[in-house]
Nanobody
Framework: QVQLVQSGGGSVQPGGSLVLSCTVSERSSYTESMGWFRQAPGKEREGVATVYTPTGGLYYADSVKGRFTVSTDNTKNLVFLQMNSLKPEDTAMYYC?????????????????WGQGAQVTVSS
């Protein structure tokens, strides 16, 4: 059973930066797509960014392009989401997710494993 353990998050002023980390307990065919999703109160969970680990392919939501960066370490057991130039509308619970290849990167339904979530609050 793959487990995803998140760290990071917190509160920051607009324009600030935060980093989220996700530790993957083991690699398998179900950890080829490593994604980050977020869910704000009263809203649906939305895809933020995904890295397809076999090729390093990166996918981003339009709302975060140029501000957020998804990456992995050399072992691909750690996945990061660097968030810069944060805005109040980025406030949400952020989740790490793992899924197989060939999925629609921003569809939560394709991911099999999920982290516990981390709150990100952007406010002055």
């Amino acid at each position: 059973q793959v487990q995803l353990v998140q760290s990071g998050g917190g509160s920051v002023q607009p324009g600030g930066s935060l980093v989220l980390s996700c530790t993957v307990s083991e690699r398998s065919s179900y950890t080829e797509s490593m994604g980050w999703f977020r869910q704000a109160p009263g809203k649906e969970r939305e895809g933020v960014a995904t890295v397809y680990t076999p090729t390093g392919g990166l996918y981003y939501a339009d709302s975060v392009k140029g501000r957020f960066t998804v990456s992995t370490d050399n072992t691909k057991n750690l996945v990061f989401l660097q968030m810069n130039s944060l805005k109040p509308e980025d406030t949400a619970m952020y989740y790490c997710a793992a899924g197989p290849g060939g999925i629609v990167w921003d569809s939560a339904a394709g991911y099999k494993y999920w982290g516990q979530g981390a709150q990100v609050t952007v406010s002055s």
